[in-house]
């Protein structure tokens, strides 16, 4: 199930509530009572091979490199 935030358009009010996936009717603002609006949450990503990532840098040639080191320096990097 998805988390999805609203806003107050009233006071600012921000709400996070976990809910059915597509379920994006809002309820009134639990401080004012006024209308809340759907707004963009954060989202995490990770990716399980190369590109698109920090990780596009330890690749430059790849001929002739050793993928299980790289492949682990990508995990810290991705760790930390």
Do not use: H, W
Request: glycine share 12%; charged share 25%; with cysteine.
């Amino acid at each position: 199930m998805p988390i999805y935030c609203f806003r107050c358009s009233g006071c600012g009010a921000e709400v996070e509530e976990l809910r059915a996936l597509g379920n994006f009717s809002a309820d009134p603002c639990p401080d004012c009572g006024g209308r809340m609006q759907q707004k963009f949450g954060r989202v995490g990503i990770k990716y399980a091979a190369f590109g698109f990532t920090t990780t596009d840098r330890l690749v430059g040639d790849p001929a002739g490199k050793d993928f299980a080191a790289l492949s682990e320096k990508a995990q810290e990097i991705a760790d930390s």
